[in-house]
């Protein structure tokens, strides 16, 4: 079984930055997409980005475009979200989640397309 724990999270300032990891560990794919979402309170679920394993391939919600960035290293089993320039609207609890197969541009924005879920970390941006 694959296990997703996701760290970092913390409270931080209007303006500053946070970078997440997500690390996976149990049973392995040659092949998957991992996929940062985020869940305000109140609010629905949001795609925030998405890496894939092997190859290019990286994409953003429009939200969070130009501010945050995805990057893997493959050998740790890790996927990293660097957030910068952070808002107070980018408060919520952010999730990674895995997709055992290359998911297509049309279905990495949806969670239902993503098989295992971490645990989540909580991100508060307040001065």
């Known amino acids: 079984q694959l296990r997703l724990v996701e760290s970092g999270g913390s409270l931080v300032q209007p303006g500053g930055a946070l970078r997440l990891s997500c690390s996976a560990s149990?049973?392995?794919?040659?092949?998957?997409?991992v996929g940062w979402f985020r869940q305000a309170p109140g609010k629905e679920r949001e795609f925030v980005a998405s890496?894939?394993?092997?190859?290019?391939?990286?994409y953003y919600g429009d939200s969070v475009k130009g501010r945050f960035t995805i990057s893997r290293d493959n050998p740790k089993n890790t996927v990293y979200l660097q957030m910068n320039d952070l808002r107070p609207e980018d408060t919520a609890v952010y999730y990674c989640?895995?997709?055992?197969?290359?998911?297509?541009?049309?279905?990495?924005?949806?969670?239902?397309?993503?098989?295992?879920w971490g645990q989540g970390t909580r991100v508060t941006v307040s001065s």
């Open positions: 989640a895995l997709a055992e197969t290359r998911l297509i541009l049309s279905r990495v924005w949806s969670g239902e397309n993503y098989e295992y």
């Open positions: 890496i894939y394993r092997i190859g290019g391939g990286t």
């Open positions: 149990g049973r392995t794919f040659s092949t998957y997409t």
